[in-house]
């Protein structure tokens, strides 16, 4: 493995890793100290036990990640950071496409402290039943002594909206899992919508004061003697009582509850959500016009679209909303045309895989009706109401910002790079972009005639400017099952470069490195699992002298 390497691609994400582990480590060591050893919690802690630190250490962790969660989740606010490259630079670019790993990281470290928290709770709860005080009655929870714990879960608003919270908890992390969202995404989406329930109950599950710390140390120093109270060494000696007399409490010891802090930590993240929201509720406001509608091959079917006002990068997506199909449904795509000064349309091209891209294909492109009468008349189309949400930031946006750039699709993940070639393909002179490696990897040799003409036009063009070496073109097709080639003439560019198999990478990444000696790779990958991994192992390892590989992957949130 190459260091400079290793560090380019993992440096950053690491480094924010251990500061974020840091920060959860520090407030839960923080707030462990000062329920065990404050004055101010002594006679909490004596009845409670370790289970009072451990519930509040895990408390003050999951405020800070139920605040920090909703960040990555600020679509549009990190689309702006993105897009200010005199704000950001490119390495903290890199950083804001882990955004969706740190959502997740964050989502784990609320459902386990939440068991931690909820565990010490329950301990909590048999020890208020158990420990009942007599002397301080304002302290207990419990009604009485030996009162049934789950009565005290039951019937007090820290019990029962902490039940509910880890019921909604549950909900969205079992329904978060690969499997989940790959056989039903619709079951995802739903329940994970449950984090607005979420956030309201968490706001009211701190108001029951279930904890309370004692406000009058000064007066009532905790171990103190209480009145019609001696020492249980006295002897009787005038020493003995005079030190008895400066022990004697003053007062009574007075206890109230916190207040609740779960608000300071979520309010401004929320605040900053809600807002975010709002904005792109009024952004999508307005239904787009479908301008057409193309069936490739391969179920595979382009959309062109036209909105007012729309602007958008090569590289960025958006999200669909069809309301014939479900109101509450949101389903990313990268685009694939941009809208340009001469061109306002903007384009996407979809798979159909699933329930929601079949019904929506089937709104777009219904069947045609036998029993209607024919007549020597046109009819016009009527697509469906659809509603845009976008542009958002991708990866794929920093391909022009490279001297020289891999861009490795599989399958329909060409679509990133496709509005790519086609700012290429209006002016290549415009980017710092020197040279483009691009791969495309399909299981049938139809699905190249998606992008043939694109392809093909951007070949003609570098060539007629005389820059052949612009742009590296290879096709593989990994199927030869049935293989048939693009026998047509003005695709006979991508005939020659058309082989059967798989890629080898690591010959791949040797001669770019060998080709581009002292410059930093930006390597793109939107494709399966497999080919992603193969890549990125090899960013981290490649040796080719001063070259560095610098890897991105697509993934929407």
Not at 159 to 179: A, Q
Not at 370 to 390: A, F, N, T, W
Request: proline residues 5%; aromatic residues 12%.
């Amino acid at each position: 493995m190459s260091a400079r390497s290793w560090l380019a691609n993992e440096g950053g994400k690491h480094l924010v890793l251990m500061l974020w582990l840091a920060a959860n480590a520090w407030l839960f060591i923080k707030t462990f100290l000062l329920y065990s050893t404050g004055q101010q919690y002594h006679y909490l802690y004596k009845m409670l036990g370790l289970g009072l630190c451990i519930s509040r250490a895990s408390a003050s962790v999951l405020n800070l990640n139920c605040s920090l969660v909703l960040l990555p989740m600020c679509r549009s606010l990190l689309t702006f950071v993105r897009g200010t490259h005199t704000v950001s630079s490119r390495k903290t670019r890199r950083l804001l496409d882990k955004s969706k790993t740190f959502h997740v990281a964050c989502g784990v470290a609320i459902c386990i402290f939440s068991v931690v928290h909820a565990s010490a709770h329950l301990v909590n709860v048999v020890n208020f039943s158990g420990h009942y005080s007599d002397d301080f009655p304002a302290l207990n929870l419990a009604r009485y002594k030996g009162e049934d714990p789950k009565l005290i879960i039951l019937t007090t608003i820290p019990g029962v909206t902490g039940v509910l919270l880890v019921l909604i908890l549950f909900l969205m992390f079992t329904s978060s899992s690969y499997c989940v969202r790959v056989s039903n995404y619709e079951i995802f989406w739903y329940t994970h919508n449950l984090f607005i329930v979420f956030y309201i109950i968490l706001m009211v599950h701190m108001v029951g004061g279930a904890l309370k710390y004692q406000t009058n140390i000064e007066a009532h120093p905790p171990g103190c003697l209480r009145a019609n109270q001696s020492s249980p060494d006295q002897q009787g000696e005038e020493l003995e009582q005079c030190e008895d007399e400066e022990r004697r409490c003053r007062e009574e010891a007075h206890f109230q509850p916190h207040s609740p802090q779960t608000w300071l930590w979520v309010s401004g993240p929320l605040c900053l959500y809600c807002a975010e929201r709002f904005y792109r509720y009024i952004r999508s406001s307005d239904p787009v016009t479908i301008v057409t509608v193309i069936r490739h091959p391969c179920d595979v079917i382009e959309l062109r679209m036209l909105k007012k006002n729309f602007k958008a990068r090569p590289g960025q997506y958006i999200v669909l909303n069809c309301p014939g199909v479900s109101s509450f449904e949101n389903h990313p795509f990268t685009l694939t045309v941009c809208p340009t000064e001469n061109k306002e349309t903007f384009g996407i091209h979809l798979r159909v895989v699933g329930d929601w891209t079949e019904r929506f294909t089937q709104l777009l492109l219904p069947e045609p009706r036998i029993d209607l009468e024919i007549l020597p008349m046109v009819q016009q189309r009527r697509y469906p109401k659809l509603y845009v949400d976008g542009p958002f930031g991708s990866p794929s946006e920093e391909v022009f910002n490279y001297d020289v750039s891999l861009c490795v699709a599989g399958g329909i993940g060409v679509t990133p790079f496709a509005c790519v070639l086609h700012a290429l393909l209006d002016d290549w002179t415009g980017f710092r972009l020197q040279r483009l490696y691009f791969v495309w990897v399909c299981r049938e040799i139809q699905s190249f005639y998606w992008f043939a003409e694109l392809l093909c036009a951007l070949h003609h063009k570098l060539w007629q400017e005389n820059r052949p070496d612009y742009f590296n073109l290879k096709l593989y097709i990994s199927q030869a099952d049935n293989l048939q080639t693009m026998s047509e003439e003005k695709y006979r560019p991508l005939t020659s470069r058309l082989l059967v198999g798989r890629p080898r990478w690591k010959l791949l990444f040797d001669e770019i490195g060998r080709t581009n000696k002292h410059k930093r790779v930006g390597v793109f990958c939107c494709g399966p699992k497999g080919i992603s991994r193969a890549l990125h192992r090899l960013c981290n390892s490649a040796h080719s002298p001063g070259t560095t590989f610098e890897f991105n992957k697509e993934s929407f949130s």
